[in-house]
């Protein structure tokens, strides 16, 4: 058995873009080209063709998509939902983690390849930028480029960052709060400017110094591979069957040409198998695909396939795992139509008036005092009466009537009086009534206290 490298030996021990000193090693990846590379490429300018209209977009008035996290109010598709509508969010919060898990588990990380953001700016974006200036780096690391090109690229960097951070600040004050933003002297907005340029000179960091690391080091979900990939799950994966013994001289059809090392993104070798670095950008299929076709082989002798489909030609992704995952969504998106059915347009918070204790206006009449606040989630203004529903009494708001307009709040005070006769001991439970034009629209029930009998 021939002895194996330092680099081979310790391969597992640290990620591939560091050395044994600690030093990272920089990724000169050559740009890829084949039909891989195009199908990416056009689903990366539709990916950013939406993150920058989305924020336009309206569906019956309301934004398509917005988090404006000051207000606590998060729009999505056309609904809005409030903070208190944590539930809600809570529910869709859990779709999206077993959606991910199940997508996961069938097709690997398919989504950091072709969907996720920080790899579209970064390999569509920014290293394009960079090939632009630097070259193409055939032969990896390029000699030193002059000042004036090195000088280009990160003027254009940061052109491209702030242009990308505020299309971010978009999605969360819509386009109508960015346009406000620019067009008032910075003076007067001094705040949301240096967030402005905070959030731009970190992209700026991100991508044109940090890079792959974000994936590698900081983004957790490289490391869930480990417990959700089996070995029926379809990934990018080397042929070892067809490719080894690999060599020039060899029987495999792999000439261990390193072709495929020399466009990887993140500098791992595919034919050391799955590795938390790989992202299935799919470059290595096209470049081998392309030795291939000089050396007269059949293609794809890097591909989306699974373990199991390697070992035995026969791959599925409907597997125990996949359909029990696809039952929980299944029933969570269930659970999420019944409770957005059951969702009202008026949220209301009644609370006790802290350290008040009940009063007696005369010897029939015992009365508690109410912190009432209500928010108006629909789109029409509210006229709210409110009514004590069981047992008999009064209900008093103090101060102005309960007009909301329309995604509205109102505070206001309520006192609550009934007969001495019908409390029932020390603590009686109400049940109040909100209603606009007579329509019930929601109810809750209270604690109110008295004299002990």
Known sequence: MPKKTTEESSFRDRPINIDASGKRKWVYARQPKGKWYMRRTLVAWMVLVFLAIAPFIRIKGLPFMKFDIPQGEFYLFGNLLYTQDTYLLAIIMAIAVVSVVLFTVAFGRLFCGWLCPQNIFLEM????????????????????????????????????SVVFTNVFL???????????????????????????????????????????????????????????????????IYDYKRGEPRGAKNVGDCIDCSSCLAVCPTGIDIRNGTQLECIHCTACIDECNSVMKRIQKPYNLIRYDSVKGIETGKRSVFTTRTLAYAGVLFVLFIFLAFTVSRRTSLDVSLL??????????????????????????????????VKLLSPEGIVEVAG????????GHVEAVLMVKINKATITGKNTDLRIGFFDNQELLETTTINFIGPTK
């Open 352 to 385: 006790r008036m802290p350290g008040s204790l009940y009063q007696q206006p005369d010897e029939q009449t015992v009365m508690n005092l109410y912190n009432l606040k209500l928010i108006n989630k629909s789109e029409n203004a509210r006229n709210i009466e």
């Open 170 to 236: 978009m999605w969360f004050i819509g386009p109508e709060g960015l346009a406000r933003l620019i067009q008032e002297p910075v003076q007067e907005n001094l705040k949301g400017f240096s967030i402005m340029l905070g959030i731009s000179a970190f992209y700026y960091w991100i991508y044109s110094n940090f890079r792959e690391q974000v994936c590698t080091m900081i983004c957790p979900y490289g490391r869930m591979q480990g417990v959700l990939l089996d070995s029926q799950s379809i990934s990018v």
């Open 125 to 160: 974006v920014y290293r394009r930028i960079e090939y632009l200036f630097m070259g193409n780096y055939r032969k990896g690391k390029p000699k030193e480029p002059g000042k004036f090109k090195r000088l280009g690229m990160h003027l254009s960097f940061m052109l491209i």
């Open 400 to 407: 102005k009537p309960l007009l909301i307009e329309s995604r």
